[in-house]
Nanobody
Framework: VQLQASGGGLVQAGGSLRLSCTAS????????MGWFRQAPGKEREFVSA????????YYGDSVKGRSTISRDNTRNTVYLQMNSLKPEDTAVYYC?????????????????WGKGTLVTVSS
């Protein structure tokens, strides 16, 4: 499985972005998927995860209430809608596949990482 994230860019504080992560391969629907981010000089941080069927979702405290994760298995794509963006949301955002959505915050069991997409939020 190869993952390609897109949708990043420059946005003003308070704005919104929708990130997409498209997977190659026919087994996308079998994987729980997640989003992480890494700001300069900081460790990679869990953002959100969704189980293979799209029923169970999880969010990191930093984005809870402002973000929504979803997936379309017919398009092999997982989305992250981010609203009310803050300058501290500035980071490279990565998608990941594998393991279990509920344990994804620990990064255990992740099989694949995508190349990141940069989100910059200006104040």
């Amino acid at each position: 499985v190869q993952l390609q994230a897109s949708g990043g860019g420059l946005v003003q504080a308070g704005g919104s972005l929708r990130l997409s992560c498209t997977a190659s391969g026919r087994t996308f629907s079998r994987y729980d998927m997640g989003w992480f981010r890494q700001a300069p000089g900081k460790e990679r941080e869990f953002v959100s995860a969704i189980n293979w069927f799209g029923v169970s979702t999880y969010y990191g405290d930093s984005v809870k209430g402002r973000s929504t994760i979803s997936r379309d298995n017919t398009r092999n794509t997982v989305y992250l809608q981010m609203n009310s963006l803050k300058p501290e949301d500035t980071a490279v955002y990565y998608c990941a596949a594998g393991g279990s959505a509920i344990t994804m915050p620990t990064m255990s069991g992740i099989d694949y990482w995508g190349k990141g997409t940069l989100v910059t939020v200006s104040s």
